[in-house]
């Protein structure tokens, strides 16, 4: 039994291991400037008032952490990817922004219990593999009456086919999909314990490029981790293979011209109220 637990215990490691390895590939903070209006629209929708103390979990380069702080609030962000922490930081000092910015994992935060009153999580805290230990972590730091927002992908959604695209050509993690954390049935599942009030609402992340599918395509390979990952495993002719099923896609949806990209990105917005008992749910 000892040595069963012990080679599960190592192999958990490794996969850890590799999940931080994922996302310190490529430059997320050059990947996540496209991306700022989508996250602007978020933070807008939440509400946030000057001195409210919020954690922004898995907060990649700091995208929502820096938003959050140009409004007046009190930003603690953590993530497991410390170079882009370091990106964070920078750009906190160059806008004059005090934000504390350290490395922490969703699954198992360094905060005290109930310490601030927004926990917030943008298409981050999603992607950690057991995501029964991020739902209580967030639950825990958050105090009563505080309240838990996330943006999580659906998996109907664009970049859910996306992911299911780059799926087809890699071996299975073994871990629960990151998507099912948009999709409504699961999240209120996981959101039973110290809730007092559960609000899931599907929105659009606009995607925007000033250059064409295949170009966006390269892009992501380049600077976003998991497809950077997801190309490096994979001989000459899968790469060929991937690249050619990834433009297919972001062309199928592409409204704009050739010369440039824009895709519509299904997402599940959650918030939840910290609280003794779910006493009403709208997922």
Not at 121 to 148: D, H, K, N, W, Y
Not at 165 to 192: C, K, N, Q, Y
Request: charged fraction near 25%.
């Amino acid at each position: 039994m000892t040595a069963i637990t012990t080679e599960t215990t190592n192999d958990f490691e490794q996969l850890k291991t590799r999940l931080k390895t994922t996302w310190m590939t490529g430059d997320y903070d050059v990947f996540s400037r496209y991306l700022e209006k989508g996250a602007e629209q978020f933070f807008q929708r939440l509400r946030i008032t000057p001195g409210t103390l919020v954690l922004d979990v898995a907060c990649g380069a700091g995208q929502l952490a820096l938003i959050t702080a140009r409004a007046g609030a009190h930003v603690v962000a953590c993530d497991i990817a410390t170079n882009w922490l370091e990106k964070a930081r920078l750009r906190a000092a160059s806008e004059g922004l005090e934000i504390i910015v350290e490395e922490g994992d969703a699954e198992a935060l360094p905060y005290a219990d109930a310490q601030f009153d927004v926990v917030a999580s943008l298409f981050g805290a999603m992607f950690a593999p057991r995501p029964e230990l991020v739902t209580a972590e967030l639950t825990r730091v958050c105090r009563s009456g505080g309240m838990i927002a996330m943006a999580n992908w659906t998996p109907a959604g664009f970049v859910g086919q996306m992911f299911k695209t780059i799926s087809r050509h890699i071996t299975p993690s073994g871990i629960p999909a990151p998507m099912l954390w948009g999709d409504e049935v699961t999240v209120r599942d996981r959101f039973r314990e110290g809730i007092a009030d559960l609000r899931c609402t599907r929105r659009l992340y606009h995607l925007d490029y000033p250059f064409p599918p295949d170009a966006v395509v390269d892009f992501y390979r380049v600077n976003y981790g998991p497809m950077s990952r997801a190309f490096a495993s994979l001989d000459v002719n899968g790469q060929k293979t991937l690249r050619r099923e990834l433009i297919h896609l972001w062309s199928k949806h592409n409204y704009s011209d050739a010369d440039t990209t824009r895709v519509e990105a299904e997402y599940l917005e959650v918030i939840a109220i910290r609280g003794p008992t779910l006493h009403e749910s709208s997922c």
